[in-house]
């Protein structure tokens, strides 16, 4: 791919996010085959001279074998887009940032981006039009402007800047939610060019199914009833009654609801685990959960659930299976589940090694579970032969 004429361009590739909202750190997740983080890494090189790659700090030497720079990002966007900016040449006239959530950025929005600068401006940004209609609101969540729809887009990467301007718009430390907010903040001429619709970030596990059906569709496998992909789906279900034990904690997810009653049950008695666990074993036709960790057996009592989910991700890969993606439905009055869902889907994704989401639910008052009684979860897991 030739790079542009009379133009020494260098790209920062922004992977240093821990994965809170998705649940882990999704830029080294596969799609079709490939990390998320090196698809977007070989898209910027066949556009760059050199390119940046920004990752976590204890990532750095385990990623200096991608043959491109390694930085370590900072606390914030703009701190790690800094640190990349830092590792830039100082010869390099044109900086593109681009997102490695990002995988699907064309060769064509790279060439874009880089012509309008080329062309003059300080900045160029892909933007796509929004459809749905856009509401201002105060500190009070009261409406105080509605926007002209055709006035607005949804702002993509890859970024592209003249070298000195971005320099400049970084050097007083600001922090922006992209780098273009920065430069109009200095006072840069930034322009909008049209982004792609496929050009979709990664952000939460919804996506990163999307983006996998996508590379299948496009290679004319599996979703276009093609491909010989042996792909399996199980569902889970576990519940616990509340007990009257005044020391019991309840965890949920891996997570310990401070003052909340616990659940009664051999183990912690984590329902949303145990739910997953379930799932995957159905899903690999391994049996149920009672049949690997039997109540009867001394070793689970008391037992942290998130080492059984472990030891039942661990079986299903000794079977040639790769989990996918879990989905989780919890049915409780209390404790809300909302303020920590980011916690336990941290912790159930690192343990399953994929996406598990959680979504909290209420009975309405019907039944034991809406009586408060106890606590239910069903799950359903997708797995794929390896």
């Not at 929005?109 to 856009?134: C, K, R, S």
């Not at 050009?199 to 009833?225: C, F, M, Q, S, Y």
């Not at 399953?352 to 959680?358: I, N, R, S």
């Amino acid at each position: 791919m030739p790079k542009a004429k009379n133009e020494n361009v260098w790209t920062v590739v922004v992977a240093g996010g821990s994965g809170s909202r998705f649940g882990t750190a999704k830029q080294y997740e596969a799609i079709g085959g490939r990390r998320m983080l090196d698809l977007s890494v070989d898209a910027a090189l066949r556009h760059s001279s050199g390119v940046v790659i920004v990752v976590p700090a204890a990532d750095v030497v385990i990623e200096q074998g991608l043959g491109s720079v390694v930085v370590a990002g900072g606390a914030t966007r703009s701190e790690s887009v800094r640190a990349g900016l830092s590792a830039v040449p100082a010869a390099a006239t044109i900086v593109c940032v681009h997102d490695a959530a990002r995988p699907f950025a064309s060769d064509g929005l790279f060439v874009a981006v880089i012509d309008a600068v080329t062309a003059g401006a300080d900045a160029a940004i892909p933007g796509v039009p929004v459809t749905d209609t856009i509401k201002l609101i105060d500190e009070r969540n009261v409406v105080v402007d509605t926007p002209q729809r055709d006035r607005l887009v949804a702002v993509q990467t890859p970024q592209a800047f003249r070298a000195s301007v971005l320099r400049f718009a970084h050097a007083d430390g600001g922090d922006g939610t992209d780098d273009a907010a920065l430069v109009e903040a200095t006072g840069g001429r930034v322009v909008a060019i049209p982004g792609e619709v496929d050009n979709r970030k990664i952000t939460h596990p919804d996506d990163l199914v999307w983006a996998r059906a996508k590379v299948d569709a496009d290679e004319g496998g599996p979703v276009r009833g093609q491909g010989s992909m042996n792909v399996r789906v199980g569902q889970g279900f576990d519940i616990h009654r509340f007990s009257d034990d005044p020391v019991r904690r309840l965890v949920l997810g891996g997570v310990h609801f401070e003052g909340a009653r616990g659940l009664v049950g051999h183990s912690d008695a984590d329902v949303i685990a145990h739910a997953v666990a379930d799932a995957l074993l159905g899903a690999a036709g391994l049996g149920d959960i009672g049949e690997h960790f039997s109540d009867n057996d001394a070793r689970w009592a008391g037992a942290d659930s998130l080492l059984i989910l472990r030891e039942v991700a661990a079986l299903v890969a000794a079977k040639g299976w790769r989990v996918g993606n879990v989905d989780c439905s919890v049915v409780c009055e209390a404790p809300k589940l909302a303020p920590r869902r980011n916690e336990m889907q941290g912790h159930l994704s690192d343990a399953a090694g994929a996406p598990v989401t959680v979504k909290g639910r209420r009975a309405e008052g019907l039944g034991a579970l809406g009586r408060r009684e106890g606590i239910a979860c069903w799950a359903v897991a997708v797995i794929a032969e390896r």
